[in-house]
């Protein structure tokens, strides 16, 4: 039955101030073995049994105390009653200990030192070799500076048999001073480790470590043993300015691993670098790249800049068979190279658009090319079969952007009947262009023709009209029907663009029906263009059937581009509203198919085209169509945006599809023109990077 605490502290204390202390510590001791956590009671006890001349009692109630006080925390006052207890009985080994454990707890180096060696001399003196070792291992951890008594702590470890933590502790300690630049006490430590283990690899690799800091290549030569010791000499050696005997190094730890083929590619690359192809060669065969893609693209790439053409083909082609999503690094290498390799560098882009047609992605080998050729300009092969890739996959958009570069290449090489061909078809499709006008008369020039702006000037007045080959006359018409072909009224043959041209048309001089007088065809295609900026969608037959009944003069050629801008006034945005507007109700009734033929209708007009050509695309995604939804968003990305921020949107909208789409390299190339036209717009920073490190892994 628990006591009456009260009761019986004041019996206790009647007993004391009675004079009766051995009846008053008999009261106490009932006290607190009632209740043994009562520490202010037990130390009362405790002062009791030391007036009694009790010590041992004394130290036991104390001692009891501290030790709870210290597994409690209470540091500075289980250190007050250790103390206490020390007063009492000197070489309490227990109380010592614990009173140095407490002084380090608080910080105390010194005093906690002198109760550790206290302790040690204790152990010492009977002999005990064990304990001694555990006290020095405990002094070697209060002082992180106090290198000596580290050693002397990771030495008592290997006394006790502990040989693994011993060498972890000099390791660590070999380390710490390396990073405070103290390389000769750094060396101290490892030979007392390496006394441990002399055949321990990690114990070299921080000798050469030390060496090469101290920038002693010789001796860090003479310790290296591994692929990852001439490794860090060569990355120091290179840092210090000798990259010739980084090579050297590099070649040493090539002939330890073979098998490296990051390191292989690295010496590769490395001899290229420096023209050395030969050595080049000898770290990177079909043998050592084996199936690793990086490895065979790197491979390509010496084959390629070294003229072995057909070797690097195969390696490509069995690259892409294997790993299909190569495909963009290919085309990335072939861009790379080309741009001081041209021909060199179109093979690999080559591969890369063809695998893109296997897999039925006409927009990605579309890509591949636009950009070798932006890359490369007037690359008459790389043209070439950028325009047969829109045929074959109706990318409309990009066909003639694809023609007017490769009439332009055929001007710039001489090619004048190409030239012509290409820009009179160009002419015949878009007679509103003044760029290709300008090609036109630049191909007539070339061919010798006398009088160019003449024969443009006949053209255009419809007196011998150009022949085209505009796919939209039949499937499979031959070239001999669809250059005969002339649409039928009121089939519209201009459709107003806001295109420029770099130079005034000279004055032409009629031919034929026409008179001799000079007529300004720059002028009247000037008038016409900011007719056309209208927006209005013009038959050009219906006009000049208007002027054939009698010869046009030079004063009819003024009637007929009059009759056009007023053509063009009358009719603006009619068409084009009208459209769009039944586009929106079709999509918001769900019947999705009608409004893509009305939004395809509307994307005619120029004022229009940019909203129906993103609205195309955006419905195209949904349906997950990727590759019509990025071929709208390029139209309408090449069309005129309304505001800045429309377009910015737009292109970020385009980047995104492409991602989606796995053309990385184009996405990425979106998001550099938005950003340096928007600057920081959404996350397109952050895309860039993803998109750049995506690229690089390949």
């Known amino acids: 039955m628990p006591i009456d605490r009260a009761s019986a502290l004041r019996n206790a204390e009647k007993l004391l101030r009675q004079g009766k202390l051995d009846q008053a510590i008999a009261e106490y001791v009932r006290i607190v073995e009632d209740q043994p956590r009562d520490w202010n009671t037990a130390n009362i006890l405790g002062d009791l049994y030391v007036r009694a001349g009790q010590p041992d009692k004394a130290v036991e109630q104390f001692t009891r105390i501290a030790d709870h006080l210290h597994a409690e925390g209470f540091f500075p006052k289980a250190g007050a009653v250790y103390k206490k207890v020390l007063k009492i009985k000197p070489e309490d080994e227990h109380a010592l200990l614990q009173s140095a454990e407490v002084a380090a707890s608080q910080g105390l180096l010194v005093e906690a030192r002198q109760g550790f060696t206290a302790v040690a001399e204790k152990r010492r003196g009977r002999k005990d070799a064990r304990g001694v070792a555990e006290i020095r291992i405990r002094v070697g951890t209060l002082d992180p500076d106090d290198v000596e008594a580290r050693i002397d702590g990771a030495r008592a470890r290997a006394e006790l048999g502990d040989a693994p933590a011993a060498l972890n502790e000099l390791k660590a300690l070999a380390a710490e001073l390396t990073e405070k630049n103290r390389d000769d006490a750094a060396v101290e430590v490892i030979r007392e480790a390496a006394t441990l283990a002399p055949d321990d690899e990690d114990l070299r690799e921080h000798l050469v470590g030390i060496y090469i800091a101290a920038g002693d290549f010789e001796r860090a030569r003479e310790c290296a043993t591994t692929v990852e010791h001439f490794k860090a000499l060569a990355a120091a050696l290179e840092e210090r ?235 499979f018409a031959p070239y001999e029907e669809a250059a005969a072909f002339t649409p039928p009224s009121p089939a519209p043959l201009l459709t107003a663009d806001p295109p420029s041209m770099p130079r005034a048309v000279d004055t032409v001089r009629a031919q034929g029906d026409v008179t001799s007088a000079a007529i300004d065809l720059d002028t009247a295609l000037d008038d016409l263009e900011r007719a056309a900026s209208d927006d209005a969608e013009v038959d050009l037959t219906v006009v000049l059937d208007e002027f054939s009944s009698s010869p046009i003069e030079a004063e009819d050629i003024e009637q007929v581009f009059e009759h056009l801008r007023d053509e063009a006034s009358k009719r603006s945005g009619e068409s084009g509203d009208t459209d769009f507007r039944r586009a929106l109700a079709l999509r918001d009734a769900g019947e999705i198919d009608d409004a893509i033929q009305a939004l395809e209708s509307a994307a005619r007009s120029p004022r229009f085209r940019f909203h129906a050509a993103a609205l195309l695309g955006r419905i195209y995604r949904d349906k997950q169509a990727l590759p019509q939804a990025i071929e709208w968003l390029e139209r309408a990305a090449e069309a005129s945006a309304p505001t800045a921020a429309e377009s910015h949107f737009l292109l970020y909208e385009l980047a995104d599809a492409l991602e989606e789409s796995g053309e990385v390299a184009r996405a990425l190339a979106i998001c550099l023109e938005l950003q340096a036209d928007a600057g920081e717009f959404k996350d397109v920073s952050a895309r860039i990077d993803r998109l750049a490190k995506v690229q690089t892994r390949g």
């Not at 695998?355 to 950009?371: K, M, P, R």
């Not at 036109?440 to 009209?465: H, K, M, N, Y």
């Open 241 to 475: 300015g000798y990259p010739d005997h980084a090579l050297g190094m590099l070649v040493e730890a090539a002939h330890l691993d073979p098998t490296d083929a990051a390191l292989l590619e690295h010496l590769a690359r490395a001899f290229y670098a420096k023209g050395d192809v030969e050595s080049a060669a000898h770290f990177l065969t079909a043998e050592s790249a084996g199936s690793d893609p990086e490895l065979r693209l790197m491979l390509a790439e010496i084959q390629l800049r070294s003229g072995r053409i057909d070797d690097a083909v195969a390696v490509l082609k069995r690259l892409i068979d294997d790993d299909p999503s190569r495909r963009e690094a290919i085309a990335l290498l072939g861009w790379t190279i080309a741009e001081q390799q041209p021909d060199s560098g179109y093979p690999a882009v080559e591969v890369a658009a063809e695998a893109a047609v296997a897999q039925d992605d006409w927009a990605g080998a579309a890509a591949a090319l636009q950009e070798f050729v932006t890359r490369v300009p007037n690359h008459i092969p790389a043209l070439m079969r950028l325009v047969e890739i829109c045929v074959d996959g109706g990318l409309e958009a990009t066909m003639y952007s694809a023609q007017a570069q490769l009439a332009d290449a055929y001007i710039a090489s001489g090619a004048a009947a190409e030239a012509r061909f290409i820009a009179e078809d160009l002419v015949a499709r878009e007679p509103w262009e003044r760029a290709n006008v300008e090609r036109f008369r630049q191909a007539l020039v070339l061919l010798g023709e006398t009088d160019p702006d003449g024969v443009i000037a006949e053209r255009l007045s419809g007196q011998s009209p150009f022949m085209s080959t505009d796919l939209s006359v039949g499937e």
